[in-house]
T-cell receptor, first 116, second 116 residues
Framework: AQSVAQPEDQVNVAEGNPLTVKCTYSVSGNPYLFWYVQYPNRGLQFLLKYITGDNLVKGSYGFEAEFNKSQTSFHLKKPSALVSDSALYFCAVREGNRGGGFKTIFGAGTRLFVKA | KAGVTQTPRYLIKTRGQQVTLSCSPISGHRSVSWYQQTPGQGLQFLFEYFSETQRNKGNFPGRFSGRQFSNSRSEMNVSTLELGDSALYLC???????????????FGPGTRLLVL
């Protein structure tokens, strides 16, 4: 079974500093990897995804993620954090079944706090 | 284009009752998935529908059921509610079957269910 791990429950960073939210994955076959963000009392918003191609994926709101096959990681990064980036971040992997159906498996989430 | 809508947004029920939640996907999207989000278990996959067919199901008891209509709108039903069913229920839609070419899922704001 496929899985993702987010080793940090919380990440604290000062505004203007670079941020990294870590994610490692375990899949059989080619991975479909995603990052989502959730603001309080809201649903999940799509940030970016890796399907194939360049290992560096650029997404919404200045976020990017680097796919590293040898380290089975897909860390989320941003060069300069904003206070408004404070939210809950989820890494996810897509898993298929033999019947053609699919599901998204989410990590536990990492809460990002950006201090002014 | 309107996003994914979920109704109702908030719901309070008592143990033993049943509840029906509704999800309207983005226009043109034919795949709908449901997720349960709780502080303890995080985001867990419930089921996925495409063209009125359930293609994948998570590890939830039979009290949880769903269906999809010909217009792609989906409902999920929980019978004989338990206290542990209190959660945020999220619906997500995508253009085609989840997983085809790593299609992105777009999430609704969720329905927050409280079981007393």
């Amino acid at each position: 079974a496929q899985s993702v791990a987010q080793p940090e429950d919380q990440v604290n960073v000062a505004e203007g500093n670079p941020l990294t939210v870590k994610c490692t994955y375990s899949v059989s076959g080619n991975p479909y990897l995603f990052w989502y963000v959730q603001y309080p009392n809201r649903g999940l918003q799509f940030l970016l995804k890796y399907i194939t191609g360049d290992n560096l994926v650029k997404g919404s709101y200045g976020f990017e993620a680097e796919f590293n096959k040898s380290q089975t990681s897909f860390h989320l990064k941003k060069p300069s954090a904003l206070v408004s980036d404070s939210a809950l971040y989820f890494c996810a992997v897509r898993e298929g079944n033999r019947g053609g159906g699919f599901k998204t498996i989410f990590g536990a989430g990492t809460r990002l706090f950006v201090k002014a | 284009k309107a996003g994914v809508t979920q109704t109702p947004r908030y719901l309070i029920k008592t143990r033993g009752q049943q509840v029906t939640l509704s999800c309207s996907p983005i226009s043109g999207h034919r795949s709908v998935s449901w997720y349960q989000q709780t502080p303890g278990q995080g985001l867990q996959f419930l089921f996925e529908y495409f063209s009125e067919t359930q293609r994948n199901k998570g590890n939830f008891p039979g009290r949880f059921s769903g269906r999809q209509f010909s217009n792609s709108r989906s409902e999920m039903n929980v019978s004989t509610l338990e206290l542990g069913d209190s959660a945020l229920y999220l619906c997500a839609s995508s253009l085609g079957p989840v997983g085809q070419a790593g299609e992105t899922q777009y999430f609704g704001p969720g329905t927050r269910l409280l079981v007393l």
